[in-house]
T-cell receptor, first 117, second 111 residues
C-alpha cells in the first residue's frame, strides 16, 4: 500500500542534543510537509518542500531545519532541542496545490513522539 | 495560518446515535478536509470537499462544503465505539499550502 512512513515512532533526546526525525513516502507526491502537534492542539505547519523548493513558515524557529535529498525522503533536524519542543511531529504529503482538486489532499504519517529530557 | 472555529469541542454519546460537528472560518476556502486522529497516531483523511454546496459521503460519514465557502459540517450516523477519536476540520485557501485547522472535536462513544 502507498503510504507515509515515519521513523522512529518514539524518540527521546536530551536538552540541547541534536536530533533528526525521518519521513519517507511511497506515494510519489511532489510536496512533503512537517507539522508540530502539541498535546490537545491542532497540527501546526513548520515548513514544506515542493520538490526541492523549501518553504519555511514565518514563525518556525531557526532551531528547526529540514532536508529533502530525494522525492521519497524528508528529514526534520532539531539543532538544540528545548523542553518546549517536546511534541508529536507529523510528516504529510500531497500531490501539489491546485485550486479545488484532490491535489490538495494531505496524507499524514503516524508521527514521531519526541520527548526532551 | 488562521484558526478555524470548530464545535462542539467534545461529545459524549451512546452507540447508535448520530453526531454532527461543524467548522466556520472568516476566510473563504477552496478545499475543506475532515480528518480523524486516534491517540498516538497521525490524522487520517476521511472526506475531501472542493466545491461550494458539495455534499459527499464516505460510509456513515457525510460532509458538506458550505455555500458561502466559509463553513463545513461533518455528520456521523449510527455511531459505533470505533468512531472514538478527535475529528479535525481543515481548510485550504488560494494563498498557500498551509492547512488551517480547527481545534478538533473529541468524540467518545459508549457501548
Amino acid at each position: 500500500d502507498a503510504m507515509v512512513i515515519q521513523n522512529p515512532r518514539y524518540q527521546v533526546t536530551q536538552f540541547g542534543k541534536p536530533v533528526t526525525l525521518s519521513c519517507s513516502q511511497t506515494l510519489n507526491h511532489n510536496v512533503m510537509y512537517w507539522y508540530q502537534q502539541k498535546s490537545s492542539q491542532a497540527p501546526k505547519l513548520l515548513f514544506h518542500y515542493y520538490d526541492k523548493d523549501f518553504n519555511n513558515e514565518a514563525d518556525t524557529p531557526d532551531n528547526f531545519q529540514s532536508r529533502r535529498p530525494n522525492t521519497s525522503f524528508c528529514f526534520l533536524d532539531i539543532r538544540s532541542p528545548g523542553l518546549g519542543d517536546a511534541a508529536m511531529y507529523l510528516c504529510a504529503t500531497s500531490r501539489g496545490l491546485l485550486a479545488a482538486s484532490s491535489y490538495n489532499e494531505q496524507f499524514f504519517g503516524p508521527g514521531t513522539r519526541l520527548t526532551v529530557l | 495560518g488562521q484558526q478555524l472555529n470548530q464545535s462542539p469541542q467534545s461529545m459524549f454519546i451512546q452507540e447508535g446515535e448520530d453526531v454532527s460537528m461543524n467548522c466556520t472560518s472568516s476566510s473563504i476556502f477552496n478545499t475543506w478536509l475532515w480528518y480523524k486522529q486516534e491517540p498516538g497516531e497521525g490524522p487520517v483523511l476521511l472526506i475531501a470537499l472542493y466545491k461550494a454546496g458539495e455534499l459527499t459521503s464516505n460510509g456513515r460519514l457525510t460532509a458538506q462544503f458550505g455555500i458561502t465557502r466559509k463553513d463545513s459540517f461533518l455528520n456521523i450516523s449510527a455511531s459505533i465505539p470505533s468512531d472514538v477519536g478527535i475529528y479535525f476540520c481543515a481548510g485550504l485557501s488560494n494563498s498557500g499550502y498551509a492547512l488551517n485547522f480547527g481545534k478538533g472535536t473529541s468524540l467518545l462513544v459508549t457501548p
